[in-house]
């Protein structure tokens, strides 16, 4: 099982949604932000930049891009993190150190480090005393690896685990549940009858940063309409 | 001869302040540092390169002494080990205050990866402890012997002073002989860390090895060369002279290798004119241009001064042009990590839909009220409190330096 992801930019409205819910189902403490949607070129989201004498805008939502040849896991001198037997490229919380060389090596700048503890960083940002938010369990892997935990150690890395405690339970993550174009697809890309390995397949289906050689599992439907 | 005595106190009282404020960072996390997200490694790592360079420098001139016959500078073996093994457990120490779990360091020996160089550089920068701790322990052996001080060597007791003298130099010359490529080594991987990552244009060649060693051999014999001066002093200068034009020409000399391969690394940056090799460039010699000014005007100026005999016959000025050099380095140090963080690295878009000049931007990692949460770039100014851990190595460096040459004889007579 290699568990991949399809993003129809056609369908993206840019109305981060997926960010929101991102945010909040996987408890990411204040600036914290696993998944991102900005409109490349212009300086703010949702402002259309000016090519060729026409207006032009699209959208891109980034996450981790969870390579196949990940330099951040081969980077990671402890091993903490690892692709799953699902092709899930996860972070153990119990075991990084915290040198941040994977952050370095990702070319995505998908992760995040743990600055500071989660729930002072909260009260430092106002949030009401006792407040918590998102998935309110710990999750570990088959061999018992701490995958996610509401509660972040300080002075660990974290980013998007294709919400592993979801995926696990044959749920797609949230951001393509919670998506209200629907333009986020997710499933076995070793499956061939699988609707994102349908989509590779049959459309135009390209990746970030191709020429790195990372092999992502993320693709994107390029826009094949105007772009006004 | 004992001048550096007078280095004691302040070398006790960096330490002293360092390990107070990294306590203070160890409470409160790394958000008391200038770093964040898009700019995850800053000071603390630019420290770590600087110190593992002059490490290296230090065994090469002690090791080539035994391996080239270079019998002017027999005098100063035991400073040069000295200042290796110095350097390295400073270069070693740095790493600690950068790790977010520092609690958790030995996951490093329980479960190693050994698909990142940063496990290899773990491998020899712990062996090249052991090789320096070495190298000095034997060449004062036959002394303590003599003196019936020292320590480890209760083993010595039943032999005479010839034999513990015969021991010493055979040993001596065996750990040279290892010691230099693996000083060579700890190198060419402290360079792998940051040459293997394609996602990083400023250090993606192949002359970021070659050039780290060129550096490490100038900044290394100019450490040994000001400690050898501090002990020799002013009145003894004339007696070591030759030593002293050696070591300034091997400074002099791979500062201009250093140069040569800067130079490679920049055309080549240059002439193909990729957008990301240019924004590179262009931060190289806009943004960061007075601190790439010092990286490369400071040494230039010392290579050329060093090249001149003028300047290797005075105390004086070999011991400016040293500091001088140090501060240059230092600075290449530091630009090591302002080019590589704020290029373009994400100007992520899809092939057809490229967009000039942007970048992707990241979430910080720390929540200000009025203050961006995401950045493209992250202007990164060390905090007072970060210079303040910083001072841990050069604390740690300066002790040992003072209590071994306070306490034990690192000049040996001319025999």
């Known amino acids: 099982m290699k568990l991949g992801m399809v993003i129809d930019l056609d369908r993206c409205i840019g109305c981060r949604t997926c960010v929101v819910a991102c945010k909040g189902h996987n408890s990411q403490p204040p600036g914290t932000w696993w998944n991102r949607v900005f409109t490349p070129g212009s300086k703010e989201h949702q402002i259309p930049l000016a090519k060729d004498g026409e207006a032009q805008m699209y959208f891109l939502p980034v996450s981790c891009q969870m390579c196949e040849n990940a330099p951040c896991e081969k980077v990671c001198p402890v091993g903490a993190t690892y692709t799953d037997e699902q092709g899930r490229v996860l972070v153990d919380y119990e075991r990084c150190i915290g040198c941040r060389y994977c952050m370095v090596a990702c070319p995505y700048g998908v992760r995040q480090f743990n600055w500071e503890d989660a729930r002072k960083a909260k009260e430092k940002a106002g949030y009401m005393p006792g407040y918590d938010y998102g998935y309110p369990f710990e999750h570990r892997d088959k061999r018992g690896r701490l995958v996610y935990t509401p509660d972040r150690p300080k002075g660990v890395v974290e980013k998007c685990t294709f919400c592993v405690q979801y995926t696990d339970q044959g749920d797609p993550p949230i951001c393509v549940q919670a998506c209200p174009a629907r333009a986020r697809f997710f499933g076995d890309l070793d499956d061939p009858r699988s609707e994102v390995s349908r989509l590779v397949r049959q459309r135009q289906a390209l990746r970030l940063k191709e020429e790195l050689g990372t092999k992502p599992k993320v693709f994107y439907l390029p826009p094949t309409g105007p772009r006004k | ?415």
């Open chain 2, 1 to 415: 001869m004992r001048k550096l005595n007078a280095a004691f106190v302040p070398g006790l009282v960096l330490l002293l302040v360092s390990l107070l404020t990294w306590g203070y960072q160890l409470k409160s996390g790394l958000i008391v540092t200038g770093m964040r997200n898009p700019f995850s490694w800053g000071l603390y790592i630019a420290t770590f390169a600087f110190f593992v360079g002059i490490a290296a420098g230090g065994l090469i001139v002690s090791s080539s002494v035994y391996l080239f016959n270079l019998e002017q500078l027999k005098p100063f073996t035991r400073i040069a080990s000295l200042s290796a093994f110095a350097s390295i457990m400073a270069a070693a120490v740095i790493i600690l205050p950068d790790l977010g779990r520092v609690d958790r360091i030995y996951n490093l020996l329980l479960h190693p990866n050994f698909r990142s160089p940063l496990i290899w550089d773990v491998i020899v920068v712990s062996a090249y402890t052991v090789l320096t701790f070495l190298s000095v322990y034997l060449q004062l052996l036959p002394d303590w012997k003599k003196e019936g001080r020292g320590f480890l060597n209760g083993w010595t007791r039943k032999l005479t002073q010839e034999e513990v003298e015969s021991i010493a130099a055979r040993w001596s010359r065996r750990v040279a002989v290892v010691g230099l490529p693996v000083a060579i080594l700890i190198h060419t991987i402290t360079a792998l860390i940051f040459a293997t990552q394609a996602s990083r244009g400023w250090w993606y060649t192949a002359v970021l090895p070659p050039d780290f060693i060129a550096v490490a051999v100038a900044s290394g014999t100019a450490l040994v060369l000001v400690i050898a001066l501090l002990i020799t002093g002013k009145e003894e200068f004339g007696r070591y002279a030759g030593a002293f034009d050696t070591l300034a020409r091997i400074t002099a000399g791979a500062l201009a290798v250093h140069f040569f391969f800067v130079a490679m690394d920049l055309l080549i940056h240059w002439w193909w004119g990729g957008p990301e090799a240019l924004a590179v460039l262009s931060l190289v010699f806009n943004r960061y241009a007075p601190l790439y000014l010092v990286e490369i005007v400071l040494p230039a100026f010392v290579m050329i001064y060093f090249f001149t005999g003028k300047a290797r016959r005075s105390p004086g000025n070999l011991l400016w042009g040293c500091f001088l050099l140090f501060t240059g380095v230092f600075a290449h140090r530091l630009m090591l990590m302002f080019p590589a963080f704020n290029q373009y690295p994400l100007s992520l878009s899809l092939p057809g839909m490229e967009v000039e000049s942007w970048h992707y931007p990241v979430a910080i990692g720390g929540f200000k009220a009025g203050a961006p949460v995401f950045a493209g770039s992250w202007p990164y100014v060390p905090t007072l409190l970060e210079v303040a851990v910083d001072l841990l190595p050069f604390g740690l460096a300066l002790l040992i330096i003072t209590l071994m040459v306070g306490s034990y004889n690192f000049l040996p007579e001319k025999r």
